[in-house]
Each structure stands twice: as C-alpha cells, then as structure tokens.
C-alpha cells in the first residue's frame, strides 16, 4: 500500500463540532484559526491527539470510530455512552509519533535547569563516566549528579548557594564558599574533557555547547534546537526559577521536539521518523524577533517530513501557513463549523471568516 498524502478524519463530532470531515495535507505547515471556543482545541488536542496515537500504536491504515471507542474507552461527557466521537480516521499509522506542545507551564524548581529539563544531562554524565579518568577512580554517572552524595558540594548540598533566614524578611541566598556556585565537590574538577570538567561543561551556553558536543550528533542536535529557538544565550547549568516565562515556554518547546529526533539506529539506517506535531499558541511571551526563529524552526520541521499543526491567533504566524484551517463562525454552540480549510490564498475570499479581514490587512490585500 503507498503512503497516503493526506491524514483525513471524517464526520468529527465531539462537543460543539458539527460533524464535519478534516483534510490534513502530509510535510506541511497548516494554521488553525478561529475565535475562542470554536472547536480547535477539541478537535486537534481531544479528538485527532488520541485516536491517531491509537492508530499509530496498532498501525492501523482505517481506523473506525467505533472500533477506536472499544478499544481504548474513550468517552466525553458530550456523546452518548459508547458513541463515536469521528466515523473514520485514515493515514494516521505512517506516522512516527504525535507530538503536542501546549500552554501548562514547566515546573520551576531550583534543582531544575535546562540541561536536566531536556533530558541531556543523563547522556552528558554517563559520558563523563566513561572518561579514564573517571573509570580509574570508579565513577559512575550518579557521581556526576549535583544531587547525590559523593559528587556534589556537601556544604550546600549541590545547591551552589547557602540560604539565609531573616527575621521579617524574605530569605536570601548567597553562593556557596566552598564550591563557588559550582555545586561540585572539589575532587570533580580534576575530570575533565576537552579541558572542561563537568561544572564547566554546565556553564557552556548553548551557543558554545553546539560546538562542544560536535562530537556526539543527539547532543549536538538538542543543542542546536535551543540555539533555533533562540535561547542560545541561557548556559546548560541554569536554574530553571530564573527562567521567564517566554523563556520557559521555549524550552519545554524544545523539549517536545527532541522526542521526535531520529535515534541512532534510525540516523545509521538512514531513516527519517516522520511525526505529527501539535502546538498550542507557542507564540505566547514571545518578541516579535523570537517569533521569527519559531518560523523558521516550524519551517525547517517540514523540511524534514514532519506534519506540523499550529492553533494560533498570531497573524505572523498565520500568514506562513501551506495550509489554514478556520473554525467559528463564534465559539461555544454558535462555533464548532468548519469555515474553511485549504491554501492561505483561499482563505482570504471567503465572506464569513473572523480571521480574513485581518489576514488581507496584514498582507496588503484588498
């Protein structure tokens, strides 16, 4: 069977969703538009999210409605006991994974920082573990954890700063003596590579760890999408509490899409995972210039095969769709239509969209 070019849900009925049939186009970055309450979030996040992960789970080229609700539970307060929410799903299974970035805030803990956020911690500490060095004194990856004993600074406990209590006033927090803020008991810093030892290594900003870890590609890559997103300038080691919460929004960005990176064995074979990406207004405390990078990382998403689904109101991002979908015409029961799905251009001629009368200002058109 070939590899469909369209992931199609048919007669999508859930809550306010009049029981309309989607057309996604594969590799390409589509926009979903409309006011709040439409159905967007029902229908990408609630609907499409869990019954394409069904499909991908049991490969399954036609998935029914029906067949998805018996096989996984699925039920909402808005069907019938054992109604289906869709008649049929169809191309979902060539994907890889589907990816969804929402808006819920990232934990904020003073032991969290980005390195440990995203995951490439544990690689960076298990290969420090591999060092000579490391395996003539016994070292495991645990050592190099600021949060056990025997690697961390026992004076502040791997914190890298002593807290003060004060009488009626908020607490404050100076940089420990012994480690400097390093975190590090003294004994650490004599592991080195590349003339770094790991308290260093966690002083890189991202910018410099892109060059750092050319050697190791998943690093490197991870690296790389931090430095896309912008945040090229935040060091590996930072605490995450010092994050703002555009900053924040990013990374946890980053995080999702390094899920859908190609793993060794895939890169070796010369394969291409191809995923279903889901976002949720990322473009929430975000600069104009920060938005620009997010373009071009969505972009160069599709570049790669990679089916991208944006809900947004930002009409920067708006404007660089392949493809646009608009729900509405209002939200809650007065939404839940589909107004319009297809190229940009399309869009814009249609008489009762929310979004074309400012889509046209905003790109010059009559």
Same mark, same amino acid.
């Given at each position: ?156 406990? @791997? /914190?890298?700063?002593?807290? +003060?209590?004060?009488?009626?006033? =908020?607490?404050?927090? !100076?940089?420990?003596? %012994? #480690? ?89 074979? @010369? /394969?291409?995972?191809?995923? +279903?990406?889901?976002?949720?207004? =990322?473009?929430?405390? !975000?600069?104009?210039? %920060? #938005? ?75």
């Amino acid at each position: 069977m070939s590899t469909p070019d369209w992931l199609t849900l048919t007669e999508a009925r859930m809550r306010n969703l009049k029981g309309f049939d989607l057309h996604l186009p594969l590799a390409r970055l589509i926009m979903v538009a409309g006011p709040s309450g439409a159905g967007k979030s029902t229908l990408f996040r609630d609907l499409l999210h869990p019954a394409a992960t069904h499909a991908i789970k049991t490969g399954t080229p036609v998935l029914r409605g029906a067949t998805f609700v018996k096989a996984t539970g699925f039920e909402d307060e808005s069907l019938e006991k054992n109604a289906a929410p869709f008649n049929t799903l169809i191309g979902a299974n060539t994907f890889k994974n589907v990816i969804e970035v929402d808006q819920d805030p990232i934990g904020k803990t003073p032991r969290s920082t980005p390195a440990t956020y995203l995951g490439i911690f544990d690689q960076i500490r298990r290969f420090f573990a591999t060092l000579p060095e490391a395996k003539t004194r016994g070292h495991t990856a645990s050592r190099f954890s600021f949060n056990t004993k025997g690697g961390r600074c026992e004076t502040c406990a @791997g /914190a890298g700063r002593i807290k +003060l209590e004060m009488a009626f006033m =908020p607490d404050t927090y !100076l940089p420990c003596d %012994d #480690c400097r803020g390093t975190r590090y008991a003294p004994d650490m810093a004599d592991i080195t590579w590349k003339n770094k030892n790991i308290a260093q290594v966690l002083q890189l900003t991202f910018d410099e760890a892109v060059t750092f870890f050319d050697f190791h590609s998943q690093l490197s890559q991870v690296c790389q999408l931090m430095v896309d997103c912008g945040l090229g300038y935040l060091t590996l080691g930072q605490s995450s509490p010092t994050l703002s919460g555009g900053e924040a929004q990013r990374l946890k960005l980053v995080t999702e899409l390094t899920h859908g990176l190609a793993t060794y064995r895939e890169r070796s074979r @010369g /394969a291409q995972p191809r995923n +279903l990406y889901l976002l949720e207004e =990322p473009t929430i405390g !975000l600069h104009l210039s %920060d #938005c620009e990078k997010l373009i071009h990382l969505l972009h160069s998403l599709v570049d790669q095969g990679h089916t991208v689904v944006v809900i947004e109101h930002h009409l920067d991002l708006l404007a660089e769709a392949d493809y646009i979908i608009e729900l509405g015409p209002e939200g809650g029961p007065a939404g839940g239509e589909m107004i319009y799905q297809g190229p940009l251009a399309g869009l814009l001629k249609i008489k009762n969209s929310p979004t074309a009368p400012y889509l046209r200002k905003k790109l010059g058109k009559s």
